[in-house]
């Protein structure tokens, strides 16, 4: 990848953070761990890897993306308000009675393919996606993001032997492992570990990338689509709240928000690292 293309992914990045926050302090809730984490995911999906266009959202064949970890709402609407799927102004009605952006994604807002929330079902809907696109040969892509925590549901594993057995090689999925869920650490709870070789087992294409690393990222979502006979799994190696150093790897910001000097110092860290970034 060129350093300027990085750049720019990377400051795209950090722009996502920052509106990503700036959305939940308007609302006073929403998810910020789990949304900073995959932030550099969504800056490579949308801004490099995805063949979609704001100004016609349903177009057929377009690509698909999945948000089954769908608390990550906040991430998620900034960076489809930041393509120009709808007024970034309109993030400030997040979780707002009667707003469209509630607190989990929801398929009638522009540019979300599937409503989330109820975790462990992204896989499958995802799976049904890019066969329908195989059987009606589409040409497109569909991708999933999970969070490691979610893929403790047993529907997950239905899905992933489905789409191995089947070689549906259309599907590109992601697992946010950022070692922490809602009730702690992955370790204390019920780890998944090692994700890779579970993966590998179901006959899937596995790629290992620092999930905070976009030049791994599209790398690996490269070499996915060079894959002819296999699903890929991209287990992207994470850290919870990455991008600010108080929300990093902190239980607390998986659903908490900081105290008023915490957000403070927040953006402050995000406004450094776009300077930094801008040219
Ligand atoms: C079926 C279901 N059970 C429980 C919840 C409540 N819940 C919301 S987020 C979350 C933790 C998810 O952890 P993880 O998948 O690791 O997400 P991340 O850390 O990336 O935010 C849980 C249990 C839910 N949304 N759906």
Not at 86 to 107: A, N, Y
Not at 210 to 216: A, L, S
Request: glycine share 8%.
């Amino acid at each position: 990848m060129l350093t300027d293309e990085k750049r720019k992914l990377e400051l795209m990045a950090a722009t996502i953070r920052k509106t990503a926050l700036e959305t939940i302090h308007t609302a006073g809730s929403g998810h910020i761990g789990g949304s900073f984490s995959m932030a550099d995911i969504m800056a490579v999906l949308y801004f490099k890897a995805m063949n979609v266009d704001p100004k016609n959202p349903d177009k057929p064949d377009r690509d698909r993306l999945v948000v089954s970890k769908g608390h990550c709402s906040p991430v998620t609407y900034a960076t489809l308000a930041l393509k120009g799927f709808f007024p970034i102004e309109h993030l400030k009605t997040f979780r707002q009675i009667d707003s469209d952006l509630s607190g989990h994604v929801e398929i009638h807002v522009p540019g979300v393919d599937m409503s989330g929330g109820s975790l462990g079902q992204g896989l499958s809907v995802a799976l049904g996606m890019a066969m329908y696109a195989k059987a009606n040969k589409i040409g497109n892509y569909v991708h999933a993001i999970m969070g490691d925590g979610e893929i403790q549901e047993g529907q997950i594993w239905e899905a992933a032997m489905c789409a191995g057995f089947y070689k549906v090689n259309n599907l590109i999925a992601f697992v946010d492992n950022n070692q922490i869920q809602l009730d702690g650490r992955l370790t204390e709870v019920m780890d998944p570990n090692p994700i890779d070789e579970k993966f590998r087992a179901f006959n899937w294409n596995v790629i290992n990338v620092n999930g905070q690393d976009v030049e791994e990222i599209a790398d690996a979502i490269d070499e996915a689509k060079k894959c002819q006979d296999k699903p890929t799994m991209i287990v992207a190696h994470t850290t919870k709240g990455a991008g600010v150093s108080v929300f990093e790897d902190t239980p607390r910001f998986h659903g908490g928000q900081p105290t008023p000097e915490e957000y403070e110092q927040a953006i402050k860290e995000l406004d450094d690292r776009i300077a930094s970034l801008e040219v």
